[in-house]
């Protein structure tokens, strides 16, 4: 079973950027697509953006410009980096498989916190 784990997140200032990583255990070419999602305090968990295998993206129009996605297949890794940070991206980020399968599990996630 993949298993994802978050890490990388932090304290930055609005306008600052940051990048978090997701690992997957496990092979990551099995998995179609990887997508990550953020769930902001007293708000449902939303959709951020998703890379395909052969590295194809796209983002909610919320950071579209300022998001961007990368992936090491060697490292089975996946990379959101964040531009132009802005209070309401603060959020605990989580990434998993593109779209939600039925019964997913999810990790820690990681905390993005943006203030001044």
């Known amino acids: 079973q993949v298993q994802f784990v978050e890490s990388g997140g932090g304290l930055v200032q609005p306008g600052g950027s940051l990048t978090v990583s997701c690992t997957v255990s496990g092979n990551i070419n099995s998995i179609v697509a990887v997508g990550w999602y953020r769930q902001a305090p007293g708000k449902q968990r939303e959709w951020v953006g998703v890379i395909s295998r052969g590295g194809s993206t796209n983002f909610v129009d919320a950071v579209k410009g300022r998001f961007t996605l990368s992936r090491d297949n060697f490292k089975d890794a996946v990379y959101l980096q964040m531009n132009s940070l802005k209070p309401e991206d603060t959020a605990v980020y989580y990434c998993?498989?593109?779209?939600?399968?039925?019964?997913?599990?999810w990790g820690q996630g990681t905390q993005v916190t943006v203030i001044s």
């Open positions: 998993n498989e593109y779209p939600i399968p039925d019964a997913p599990t």
